[in-house]
């Protein structure tokens, strides 16, 4: 739950604010972000990392409002399209803070990075290196690149997350040689000037042995570069991936002892092979906007299955969140709108849509006497889901509200059904329709 929540006679408030005056206010479902949880979880990555560059990562969520939280805070940005680099330049964040990512950036995307100026350029194929070589020099620019490297670790994670096994597209596996043939091909285009490398393990990681690995093969690879070519390379990214507490018993790691652990473990292995410290970046997502944010639904339907568990339909569903559908991702809820002394009945949280995966929350507890017109919260849910959402069975997307101090506003506007006829060019007359 978000750091400023709080339950007063089984009422949920964030920010100083009853979510039962949200939904009323903005309708449901809602995300609710605890703007100061978001802020103070920001500063404590830059804090801790006050020696190197915290990159947050805008996949886990990005509205031009978060990035200018950010922005204030001093972080960087990680982007991984053009559509994230557009939001990022809407809000006004400094490009040379923002680093590209993405596995197959289309040549627009790589011209506009150039065009603006931004910090840095992941490269993670042989075309690619070649494409942004092309471009850079067409435009007499020499951008910061750095080399995306696939470490072999196998990350204790869900398999679709997980991102630095030999086996999946990101990257130059170092174990086959492609990452020193990247560096090499790299080296020979003057136009750019390669950094450092990137290494990004995969998400919602709890464990530090993979990060240890990853570190002990990047600096062998410092090393093979060093012999190589006389190069000392000054930068590593560590990518992200620091796990969240979705569920109760689940211990997340402090910024401070990620930090301590990581700059322990790279100066380690610098010293082994005499190698200068390089100068750490670390993207973390989810362990900076996960924590702070709710969902908030209206309860439309309970249905006892006979014998079984009560299924609580709620008014979103897999569109709004749908990692419990596609990685089996656990969360928890409760009742947010009233207290209940009834005694607790196993329930699965379902959403709205036309299939029978659409989970919410796979198990939880709710009071028996839960009916239609009570809220829920699901807790954690500020990343990968409004970012992973989608328009399923024309379910318009629900807005985002950022609460801070009693006050609430809106940061992403809800969806209606004109937004979802909006691009079928089969509509002549210019609908008004609300859902
Ligand atoms: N850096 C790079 C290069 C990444 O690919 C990612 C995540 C991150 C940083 C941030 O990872 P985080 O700190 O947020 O774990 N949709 C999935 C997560 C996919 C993450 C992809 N890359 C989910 O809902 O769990």
């Known amino acids: 739950w978000p750091r400023s929540a709080k339950r007063d006679g089984g009422v949920l408030t964030v920010g100083g604010v009853d979510v039962r005056d949200l939904a009323k206010k903005y309708g449901t479902p809602l995300y609710v972000y605890d703007e100061e949880d978001v802020r103070s ?3 404590e990555y830059a804090a801790a990392f006050h020696d190197g560059d915290v990159h947050y990562a805008g996949k886990a969520f990005l509205c031009t409002t978060v ?16 559509g994230e680099l557009a939001i990022a330049l809407a809000a006004g964040f400094p490009a040379e803070r923002v680093t590209l990512h993405g596995s197959n950036k289309a040549p627009w995307e790589i011209e506009k990075a150039l065009d603006v100026g931004v910090g840095r350029i992941v490269l993670d194929s042989f075309e690619e290196i070649a494409r942004v070589g092309y471009l850079a020099k067409e435009k007499g620019v020499r951008p910061k690149v750095m080399v995306r490297v696939t470490t072999g670790v196998e990350a204790h994670t869900h398999e679709f997350i997980a991102t630095a096994h030999d ?40 464990d530090v042995d993979g990060f240890e690995v990853a570190a002990h093969r990047l600096a062998e690879l410092l090393v093979a570069i060093r012999d190589e070519h006389g190069v000392e390379l000054p930068e590593l990214d560590l990518g992200g991936g620091y796990g969240i ?13 990620i930090a301590d652990g990581l700059r322990d ?18 993207e973390p997502g989810r362990a900076i906007i996960g924590p702070g ?14 014998g079984l568990r009560t299924y609580v339909s709620v008014d979103g569903g897999m569109s709004d969140n749908l990692r419990t559908a ?31 995966g659409d989970i919410v929350v796979r198990d939880l507890w709710f009071p028996a006497d839960l009916a239609a017109g009570d809220l829920v919260a699901v807790a954690a849910t500020g990343a990968y889901c409004r970012s992973m959402a989608s328009n399923y069975n024309h379910v318009p997307k629900p807005a985002v509200v950022a609460v801070r101090d009693g006050g609430s506003r809106v940061i992403v506007r809800r969806e209606s059904a004109a937004d979802l006829l909006r691009l079928d060019a089969g509509v002549e007359t210019d609908l008004d329709a609300e859902v």
């Open 265 to 282: 473990i790279v100066a380690r292995e610098c010293r082994a092979y005499e190698l200068a410290m390089p100068r750490l970046t670390v």
């Open 167 to 206: 086996d999946q597209k990101f990257g130059f596996s170092r174990s086959s040689g492609a990452a020193l043939e990247a560096v090499r091909r790299v080296l020979e285009l003057k136009q750019l000037e390669l950094v450092g490398l990137h290494s990004h393990i995969g998400s919602q990681i709890f």
């Open 67 to 82: 990035a200018r939280w950010l922005d204030e805070e001093g972080l960087g940005l990680d982007v991984c399209s053009g």
């Open 326 to 356: 596609l990685y089996g991702a656990e969360y928890t809820g409760a009742l947010a709108s009233r207290s209940s002394d009834a005694s607790p009945m196993l329930s699965r949280l379902v959403g709205k849509h036309c299939e029978s």
């Open 293 to 306: 944010g709710v969902t908030i639904y209206e309860v439309g339907t309970v249905k006892d299955v006979e």
């Open 41 to 43: 979880r920001a500063r």
């Open 245 to 257: 507490a979705y569920v109760p018993g689940e211990e997340p790691h402090d910024p401070k002892s």
